[in-house]
Every structure is written in C-alpha cells, then in structure tokens.
C-alpha cells in the first residue's frame, strides 16, 4: 500500500505523521513543490520578516527517514489520472498511489491589472518572506495592499522595523469580512495609534515606476510614494492540477466529512479542503483546522476506529504589535456584537446570533477568550 500526500505543509506533513502514529506501515510518500523542508507559516509575517528568526522547519531530514517517510521536495504536481492511481509530476515522471491525499493549500490572490514592477510582493512562502526582509532593510515607505490578517500582520511587522506604512482597504474597516466593522474599528484604532496611514474605503487603480514601483495610485486618485509595496488580499486554493480528473472541486476541493472526495480513494486536508458541513461545501483556512480535520480523515481513511468524537470549537489568532488577537467560534457579519471590555488597546467582544453565544474575539485578552471555549453554542 502506497499513501501520496500532494502538498509539504502543515496538513501534509500532519497527515504523514497521524497515519504512522495509528500504526500504518506502508509506504508514504510526500511531494511538496517547494524545496524547503516541511516548515511553519504563521511566523513569516511576523518574527521572520522581523529578523527575530530565520528556520521554521518542523522536523530535520533524520526525522522523516527515522520515519521512513518519502520527501520529493521541489517536485510540481500537474495531474492526476485517477484510473490508474497515477500522480504525474513537472518533471515528466509520475507516481503510484492506492491512498492520495491533497493538501496544496492556497497561493495568493493577485491584481491582474497592475502592472510587473520590481518591489512589488505577496507573502506566502518562506521565499516570499525572505524577499521582503531583504527589502525592508533599504525601504523607507511601504503600502500595503488589503487589511486582512496578513496585512494587518505585515504593518505592524515594518513598524517594528522603523519603515513607514500606508495601507489602503477597500472595506470599512480591517478584518470587515471576517470579525465584522465594531471589532475591525477596534483593531483599525490600535494601527493607527502605531502610526499606520490607514485609508479605508480605497482600493488601489494602479502602479507607476520605471522598472520598480515609485507610486501607487489609489483609487480615490491619490499618489502615495512607495519603495515596496505587498499585496495581501487574500488566496485562493491551489486545484488547477486537477482539471481534467473528475474529481469534484468549487471553492476548494470537495469532500465530505471525513475529508474523502468524489473519488473512493482520494481525500483531502488543510486550506485547499471544503469539507461538507450540513449540505455546504466549506473550506476553512485556520491553522488549529488541520489537527482536527487529520484526527478525523486519517483513521477513515486507513478504517480504523477514530475513537470518541470531540466538539470542536474553531480558534485562530493573530499577533499584531504587542497584542495576540484571538477568536474562538465561528463570527459572522450579521452577528450582534455586543463590547465586553475595551481600555483603548486591549478588548473584549462576543458575537450573538438568535440568542446563541457564536464567537468570542479578544486583543491582549487570553484568559478571558479562552475561558469561553465551554461557552461557545450556549444561549448568551
């Protein structure tokens, strides 16, 4: 027996480890189109663009050869021809599987109408992160595209740095779409009290330089001088290489929930996944995601009893100047936002939907987030 993983990050990585924790020993094997060793993302926005910290690898080489886990790093997945099991690869050869997992995550999203200046840049990879503290180093000025989490992140990274931001975000507030306008107003404020030129409202029309980016040209027409800027509006899932395979995508790869596709032998993990909730498709694209979604689609997949199920209640953070931004529970825009504490920096919010105690969200607040956990579904 054979287990392909398509995909060298944190779902792919765990996928590897759960099937020999429960015991499978079969052969695995694990393609991931970056040279780098399996490694941690969530620090490339923050220490690593810092400077605090250069290695996110999860595990050295011994460790997958002690595990007997096959890596074929730099290796692009192209195509899979699920008739004969077959992965087909970039560089002309292919691999056989009986078991394949997809775990491509997502690349970023671009502005195709801008156009191809040097000093422009999206984050991502460890590369990417690499580039922009390289680029740091002899920036005066940066404007960030988009006020999601990782711009947010990006700005309070270059003001750590010294350089000069300007971010520009086409909705009402940072982080609208996801924490709603009264929390994104709160984490807008903490940026600007750190010196950000935050514009909400505007989007970007287009880029002028000669060969490097000078100015970005807003959309309400203002030219705003930038050494480096970086486009941070969000991802898309990593799924053109399976056009053609009959296996069934949308927003992601669909599944069902246990991560097992339209195809009997093909399941999928991580970012790139929408796992069926209910009759919908969803993907979720949390970091905490993965443990829970690998503790569910690796014993089904191997057919083996997954033990007692445990509520899950999503988490995720985000580290922003000296403050850790936390979720737990599932916020929505149509939520009742109700402020439990705010001191001007730190706060306190729980989300309210038909009575029911959705999602509590706190900046500086662990211990207050985190005692909530229990709470989370119960009529508020």
Aim: hydrophobic fraction near 40%; aromatic fraction near 4%.
């Amino acid at each position: 027996m054979t287990i392909v993983i398509v995909g060298a990050g944190l779902a792919g990585l765990r996928t590897a480890q759960e099937v020999r924790k429960l015991g499978y020993d079969g052969e695995v094997i694990l393609v991931g189109d970056e040279q780098h060793l399996p490694y941690d993302r969530p620090p490339l926005s923050k220490e690593v663009l810092r400077g605090e910290r250069e290695d996110t690898t999860f595990e050295n080489e011994e460790y997958f050869a002690e595990h007997k886990i096959e890596l074929r790093l730099g290796s692009v997945a192209v195509s899979v021809d699920p008739a004969t099991r077959s992965l087909h690869l970039a560089d002309g050869t292919s691999v056989k599987y009986d078991d394949l997992v997809v775990a491509t995550g997502l690349r970023p999203r671009r502005l195709p109408s801008l156009p191809d200046l040097d000093g422009v840049h999206v984050l991502r990879s460890r590369d990417d992160a690499e580039a922009l503290r390289r680029a740091a180093v002899d920036t005066n000025h940066v404007v960030v595209v988009g006020a999601g989490f990782i711009g947010c992140e990006l700005a309070s990274g270059f003001r750590h740095l010294g350089v000069s931001v300007t971010v520009l975000e086409p909705q009402d507030t940072p982080l609208a779409s996801v924490l709603g306008t009264e929390v994104g107003a709160l984490i807008g404020r903490l940026h600007l009290v750190e010196g950000v030129d935050l514009r909400t409202g505007v989007g970007v029309d287009t880029l002028r330089g000669t060969g490097r980016v000078t100015h970005v040209v807003a959309s309400d027409g203002t030219e705003i001088e930038a050494d480096t800027v970086v486009v941070g509006i969000g991802s898309v899932p990593v799924i053109d290489w399976l056009e053609g395979s009959g296996i069934e995508v949308g927003n992601g790869v669909h599944a069902d929930a246990t991560g097992r596709t339209s195809d009997p032998n093909v399941w999928t993990v991580g970012d790139v996944a929408a796992w069926t909730a209910g009759d919908t498709p969803k993907r979720v694209e949390h970091w905490s995601n993965v443990g829970d979604q690998v503790r569910v689609m690796v014993p089904a997949l191997l057919g083996v009893d997954a033990g007692a199920s445990r509520p899950v209640v999503p988490y995720f953070w985000s580290d922003q100047y000296d403050l850790k931004i936390q979720a737990l529970g599932t916020p929505a825009p149509g939520d009742s936002v109700e402020i439990q504490e705010d001191d001007g920096r730190k706060f306190l919010a729980y989300y309210v939907r038909d009575g029911i105690l959705t999602a509590v969200v706190g900046a500086g607040k662990a211990g207050a987030v985190m005692k909530m956990r229990a709470k989370i579904g119960q009529p508020a």
